[in-house]
């Protein structure tokens, strides 16, 4: 015969709380958790669902942004001098207004300089507040497009990544464009602009974009909404790869 516990543990199972559930039981069986209020025990019971379930929730927003490096962690940036990271401007960003303000981040450095490394600790960290990002290369981000518009999926695709809280694009304009991909290019950044945030990692600064762009007035849009609505993070200092390189001399 079930006891008013096991029915209520049971109920909570199919209610989809088994955090809750296992934790009920747990102080069913436990003489010192009695001693609390009911107030005191609930708040317990919920907190512990509430956390695994926000657990959860980020465990699945990382594995769901494909990033380069999901361990990346904005606490780790290393601010040697030759690096040139200004760690306010890091730590005010970190606070994930940007995202929530629908502002960008333009990371610009020679390659191996830790573009793609502080990208994705961006959105990592972003991640942990339950925000939902996706990093992909510039190259990839291209041929998707070009994928989705022979399958008649161009709209849905283009509104499916619109949607992401945080855009992160690597190796962004590394080599020039054609107009087919400008144009995607525009379509992507405009959707985007002042609702959800992109950054961009490129080893050519602002200034050589419009060139990478093929020039013109859409070269000029793109940059027109990138520009204005972006911070500036410019990366200096020897490779980090030959640093942290795994073969050792």
Avoid at 110 to 132: D, I, N, P, Q, R
Avoid at 154 to 164: E, F, G
Avoid at 183 to 206: A, G, H, Y
Wanted: glycine share 4%; with cysteine; hydrophobic share 35%.
């Amino acid at each position: 015969m079930k006891t008013i516990n096991s029915e209520i543990a049971e109920k909570l199972r199919e209610m989809r709380l088994p955090v809750f559930a296992s934790e009920f039981e747990r102080q069913c069986l436990e003489p010192s958790d009695q001693e609390d209020s009911f107030e005191v025990r609930l708040k317990r019971l919920v907190d512990m669902e509430y956390d695994s379930r926000t657990n959860n929730t980020i465990q699945k927003n990382i594995k769901m942004a494909k990033f380069y490096d999901s361990n990346a962690n904005i606490n780790d940036v290393d601010y040697r001098p030759e690096r040139n990271i200004d760690r306010g401007t890091i730590e005010s960003l970190s606070t994930n207004e940007y995202v929530k303000n629908g502002l960008n981040i333009i990371i610009v450095g020679a390659s191996g300089c830790g573009k793609t490394w502080l990208g994705c600790a961006f959105g990592v960290h972003a991640c942990m507040e339950k925000y939902k990002a996706r990093y992909i290369r510039m190259p990839e981000l291209l041929s998707e497009f070009e994928a989705v518009r022979i399958q008649g999926r161009y709209r849905d695709y283009l509104k499916q990544i619109s949607k992401i809280d945080l855009l992160i694009i690597d190796e962004f304009l590394l080599t020039s464009v054609n107009e087919s991909e400008r144009n995607d290019i525009l379509e992507v950044i405009e959707k985007r602009t002042n609702r959800k945030s992109t950054i961009l990692c490129s080893q050519w600064s602002p200034e050589g974009w419009l060139e990478k762009l093929g020039n013109g007035p859409v070269a000029e849009a793109i940059l027109d909404r990138i520009i204005n609505s972006s911070y500036k993070i410019f990366l200096q200092g020897k490779s980090m790869r030959e640093e942290y390189s795994r073969l050792k001399k």
